[in-house]
């Protein structure tokens, strides 16, 4: 089964950008669905995208649509979240989750996730 490690969240002002990195390790991402989800305080986890194993791109958040972007690097075992023009309402962990059934918003269909990274919007 796969291991992720994400990485590369933090502190950004309204309108900057942040990439989180997915890293893999004990198995390569090929065959696996990749998802991001973020959770804030008091909220319930989100699904925002997901890549599915041939590649296909899918938005489930309408608020992140144009601004975040989903990629992976083959070679690194990784896979990115770029966060450009964010907002404070963006402020939460993130996650990244991975599994070999598909794509789904519902973050109980991932059986792979790493820690979480935390990501502040404020000025």
């Known amino acids: 089964e796969v291991q992720l490690m994400e990485s590369g969240g933090g502190l950004v002002q309204p309108g900057g950008s942040l990439r989180l990195s997915c890293a893999a390790s004990?198995?390569?991402?090929?065959?696996?669905?990749v998802g991001w989800f973020r959770q804030a305080p008091g909220k319930e986890r989100e699904g925002l995208l997901c890549m599915s194993e041939s590649d296909y791109r899918i938005y489930y958040e309408d608020s992140v649509k144009g601004r975040f972007t989903i990629s992976s690097d083959n070679a690194r075992n990784t896979v990115y979240l770029q966060m450009n023009r964010l907002k404070p309402e963006d402020t939460a962990v993130y996650y990244c989750?991975?599994?070999?059934?598909?794509?789904?918003?519902?973050?109980?269909?991932?059986?792979?996730w790493g820690q979480g990274t935390q990501v502040t919007v404020s000025s």
């Open positions: 989750a991975a599994d070999l059934g598909g794509c789904s918003s519902r973050w109980t269909n991932f059986h792979s």
């Open positions: 004990g198995s390569s991402f090929r065959g696996y669905a």
